[in-house]
């Protein structure tokens, strides 16, 4: 089970909308036992929007109030049963249930914090979720020495490692890789920020790009190698040539031919000479 005060947190959170996935990452737990948590704690079955006019049932009366109790807006209470906003004001009247007050400053746990910052949300957001105010949670922050440009920083400086890390096992496992493969198969776009990184932190690394593919008389490379980008280490420059070999619309095109497009695209004289 769940420590109390990560309860308190997931019931907020899932109260409030977040999605499920988010819930999971902040919380660090896995996607698929948060709606076994969610029943585990009591709390209303999400559900796709209900149809209009649906009717408030006498059972339905409590769990109104105990929606409203864990945090739930009215808006998000209305839209959970189908029916107008004025409806759900109208029962909360009637329970005596007064208009909620902000609280003030709620414990938020710093790296549940810390976890909501890192994942985008915003102050406003996050202040929403707890109920309280904007300020609050910049007080916390400050509190915390949680610096958001800091944790935008650490979160790109992640990314950046997780994806140099991703080009590693490719050249360990065949020497280069091609920024196609990148793009299709991990939605990585090779720039020149991520080639200055790669130059800084692999020794060895080598890369060039395909301006061109075809000359005058040849149609060498296909259309799709147009602004390709291979990157490899060196030592691997057969390997590289294999591949672009192996990869020739015209299988007869002279040696010479493929020389003089390599260099009119500036490849390295170690991936020229290979050929």
Known sequence: ?????????????????????EIARILGLRVNTVAIYAK????????????????????DIELIKEMWLNGATVKEIAEYFGVHETTILGYLH??????????RCPDIPRDVLERLSLRGYTDEEIARIYNTSKNCV?????????NKRALVKRRRRERMNKIIDMIVSYLNEKGYVTSIELRENHGIRVDRKLLEELESDIDGIRWFKLKYTSTAKFTVFPAKFNNMTIVY????????????????????????????????????????NAL
């Open 233 to 272: 280490l060196e030592g691997n420059e057969d390997k590289v040539i294999t591949f672009l070999l192996n990869n020739t619309i015209e299988k007869n095109v002279p040696s010479k031919t493929i020389k003089q497009l390599l260099k009119a695209n500036s490849a390295p004289e170690g991936i020229i």
């Open 138 to 146: 910049m007080r916390l922050r400050q509190k915390y020495g949680i």
């Open 40 to 59: 585990i704690l009591g709390l209303p079955l999400r559900s796709r929007r209900p149809p209009p006019n649906k009717k408030i049932k006498n059972k």
């Open 94 to 103: 009637a329970m005596g249930l007064k208009r909620r007050t902000i609280r």
């Open 1 to 21: 089970m769940l420590p109390h005060e990560k309860q308190e947190v997931f019931k907020r959170l899932w109260l409030s909308g977040v999605k499920e996935s």
